[in-house]
């Protein structure tokens, strides 16, 4: 496989400035390198044995440490899950884990553990994981029952206040907000991307129970994720209930094609977009939806509508250092929930039915070959990493008139 090949090739057409900086993000660890190449992963992938033979469920597909955490739900109320579904798609449970128990192994540096300890937080995720599926019933994660840092990311949830959480994202400009373009979460727009993106607001405005709600103040390009660095993606401030302080941040992102629809091969629903099969399996995976969130169409390209998710709402791993069971109670509760988002969804368009899964879990030799299988990927990871790093060192991903160091 040549992969500065890959890499370029999944990477073409998107905006330049902020695929600088992905390129460069990927540069600066193995981890990050990891959630900027999900095609890669699954290129690597082992095609036999429980990939192949695992129950059929609907997966996140880009199943890594940074893609839990906390979120609004459409009810206003604090959730902690699976929060990002831009590659789901149907295809063996085994893949969802594999990837996940690969990134524990990847990332364990960034959060201060040793390999010996990264293989057994493993072993939490995998015990975890397969309590949950043979008990059949899917749960959510509640603040009040949660503990550790999964308790503490929906306290600051739920206790943060919507105008000094607009104060670090927007400055005060003629007696109205406007967007801070600080280079690190937001970049200025173009003149023809504000008009596009107003327009489009104003449209699906005119489709909202309270249309006044979605008059766009402002638009940025946003920064934000790795993977999906330098897609169409912008941050919207609408007026929201009215007064300064009480508007609303959202997120508009380009939905491409899922890195695994390929790899299966076939088995694949129809939808009617890419954001509608986002959108779609998100609602049916978590056990509330994120708020705000709807497919939507911009002339020919799908587009995803949600609530802004700062990245602060992910448990913050690098700074916990000191706690192994904090970073274990983590990954028990990563576990649980990408069992429930598996049971929820189960059963529906192909997928496996509950009964299949709990057959499955009660199991015991998948667990042992995916623990075989995440520490042999691991280290193509790492091989692939060195790769990319002598080519990004010797300009093989240099944007001309873009520089970011890693």
């Not at 040549?2 to 370029?8: A, E």
């Not at 596009?196 to 008059?215: C, G, I, N």
């Not at 667990?367 to 002598?390: G, H, I, M, N, P």
Request: hydrophobic share 40%; proline share 4%; glycine share 8%.
């Amino acid at each position: 496989m040549n992969v500065i090949r890959r890499i370029h090739k999944a990477n073409e057409g998107r905006d330049p400035e902020r695929l600088a900086m992905k390129y460069a993000i990927m540069r600066g660890s193995a981890f990050s390198f990891l959630r900027g190449t999900c095609h890669l992963f699954y290129d690597r992938l082992p095609k036999d044995g429980v990939f192949k033979s695992a129950p059929l469920a609907w997966l996140c597909g880009d199943l890594h440490l940074e893609n839990f955490g906390s979120y609004k739900g459409d009810n206003r109320l604090a959730y902690f899950d699976i929060n990002d579904f831009d590659e789901a798609a149907l295809g063996p449970l085994s893949w969802d884990l594999v990837r996940l128990l690969t990134s524990i192994l990847i990332g364990a540096g960034t959060f201060g553990v040793d390999r010996a300890q990264a293989r057994a937080l493993c072993g939490q995720f995998i015990d975890a994981y397969a309590a949950a599926l043979a008990l059949g019933k899917a749960r959510w994660v509640e603040r009040e029952t949660a503990q550790g840092m999964v308790r503490e990311l929906l306290d600051r949830l739920r206790e943060r206040n919507r105008a000094a959480f607009l104060d670090t994202r927007t400055i005060n400009k003629d007696g109205r907000r406007v967007f801070r373009l600080d280079g690190r979460k937001t970049l200025p727009v173009s003149d023809a991307q504000r008009k596009r993106v107003t327009a489009f607001m104003k449209r699906f405005a005119k489709t909202q129970p309270d249309p006044a709600f979605y008059k766009v103040l402002d638009v940025a390009r946003r920064i934000a994720g790795t993977g999906s660095l330098g897609v169409d993606r912008y941050a919207i401030l609408v007026g929201g209930k009215g007064l300064p302080n009480q508007n609303y941040l959202l997120d508009l992102k380009q939905a491409l094609p899922s890195s695994i629809a390929s790899h299966r091969g076939r088995g694949q629903p129809a939808w009617a977009s890419e954001a509608h099969r986002v959108v779609a399996l998100q609602q049916r995976m978590q056990a509330v939806p994120m708020a705000f969130l709807h497919p939507v169409m911009l002339g020919r390209r799908s587009y995803i509508l949600r609530a802004l998710q700062p990245l602060e709402d992910r448990v913050p791993l690098a700074k916990s250092h000191h706690d192994i069971e904090n970073i274990a109670g983590v990954m028990r509760v990563m576990g649980q929930c990408t069992a429930w988002d598996h049971l929820r969804s189960s059963g529906r368009q192909d997928s496996a039915t509950a009964d299949e899964l709990i057959a499955f879990a009660n199991q015991k030799s998948w667990r042992r070959e995916l623990l075989a299988a995440a520490k042999a990927l691991s280290v193509k990871v790492e091989q692939d990493w060195q790769t990319y790093c002598d080519a990004f060192d010797a300009g093989a991903f240099a944007i001309e008139g873009y520089t970011d160091a890693p």
